[in-house]
T-cell receptor, first 108, second 112 residues
């Protein structure tokens, strides 16, 4: 079966940095997705890591270690609009298995 | 990328009735996926829909409760049958290229 773990909640100050960790145990692993979901809206794609290492996209970076079954999403220069739920999802075979999501609250 | 139009965006239904959710993709795609997101929880895959074959259901989901159609490569429907309050959720359709996955806007279903 699939097991995806991430923290439930995180709080940070505007302008700060937050790192959301995700560990996974899954068979047939192909890669790791990160999604952002604002309340009442559909998830939107942030990143997809296949190879080990860090991928940077503006204020957001994502890291993957396949040997450790570990990923993190790094949010820099936090803005109020970054308050949302962040979902990590393991892509195995042809489908996604989602973690429960991490609710990030950005405070002024 | 793919753009998915999903409707209805929300509905309030009486228990015992059925609701059909539609998803239209702006390009031809091989696989479409249907997810459920219960309040405060993450997404759970209901089934995978391929054109020309029966949908593949995940553990805990059955065709009688969630019949799916996939008549062509751009369209799919999910029906929530004989609804009960426990079916109140957001339902999302999705497709992807293998390196990216796209979601419809979601259908917020409330069963009363």
């Amino acid at each position: 079966g699939q097991n995806i773990d991430q923290p439930t909640e995180m709080t940070a100050t505007e302008g700060a940095i937050v790192q959301i960790n995700c560990t996974y145990q899954t068979s047939g692993f192909n890669g790791l997705f990160w999604y952002q979901q604002h309340a009442g809206e559909a998830p939107t794609f942030l990143s997809y890591n296949v190879l080990d290492g860090l991928e940077e996209k503006g204020r957001f970076s994502s890291f993957l270690s396949r040997s450790k079954g570990y990923s993190y999403l790094l949010l820099k220069e936090l803005q109020m609009k970054d308050s949302a739920s962040y979902l990590c999802a393991a892509f195995n075979d042809y489908k996604l298995s989602f973690g429960a999501g991490t609710t990030v609250t950005v405070r002024a | 990328s793919a753009v998915i139009s999903q409707k209805p965006s929300r509905d309030i239904c009486q228990r015992g009735t059925s609701l059909t959710i539609q998803c239209q993709v702006d390009s031809q795609v091989t696989m479409m996926f249907w997810y459920r997101q219960q309040p405060g929880q993450s997404l759970t895959l209901i089934a995978t829909a391929n054109q020309g074959s029966e949908a593949t259901y995940e553990s805990g989901f059955v065709i009688d409760k969630f019949p799916i159609s996939r008549p062509n490569l751009t369209f799919s429907t999910l029906t929530v049958s004989n609804m009960s309050p426990e079916d109140s959720s957001i339902y999302l359709c999705s497709t992807g290229s293998g390196t990216e996955a796209f979601f419809g806007q979601g259908t917020r279903l409330t069963v009363v």
